[in-house]
Nanobody, 124 residues
Framework: QVQLEESGGGAVQAGGSLRLSCATS????????MGWFRQAPGKEREGVAN???????KYADSVKGRFTISQDKAKTILYLQMNSLKPEDTAIYYC??????????????????WGQGTQVTVSS
């Protein structure tokens, strides 16, 4: 019922930047906590950042000061601006809509929707 689609991933050198986009809905942005998770091969998904409908944001310590989550409610797009990228940022990045409340703590939602993911690769 809910469609989320990420784009903007790619390969960059350490220190570079990427901006990820997530096409979502106006209803989701004004109603639910939205966010980004990432998953490296063989590892569990890690909460990266979230944004509440009022604009309040939260970041994992590993990305704080380098990543910025934002939303364009007119275009119904969720963004993740990633600066000063490091090789350890390499992962598949997922857009997520939370209907459980867990994402407020950057934990995986029990109820919600996930995009298919977009690959980010950062080389040394």
């Amino acid at each position: 019922q809910v469609q989320l689609e990420e784009s903007g991933g790619g390969a960059v050198q350490a220190g570079g930047s990427l901006r990820l986009s997530c096409a979502t809905s106006a209803h989701a942005l004004r109603t639910y906590t939205m966010g980004w998770f990432r998953q490296a091969p063989g590892k569990e998904r890690e909460g990266v950042a979230n944004i509440e409908s009022d604009g309040t944001t939260k970041y994992a310590d590993s990305v704080k000061g380098r990543f910025t989550i934002s939303q364009d409610k007119a275009k119904t797009i969720l963004y993740l601006q990633m600066n000063s990228l490091k090789p350890e940022d390499t992962a598949i990045y997922y857009c997520v809509e939370d209907r459980s409340g867990w994402l407020r703590r950057l934990l995986p939602p029990d109820s919600g929707y996930w995009g298919q993911g977009t690959q980010v690769t950062v080389s040394s």
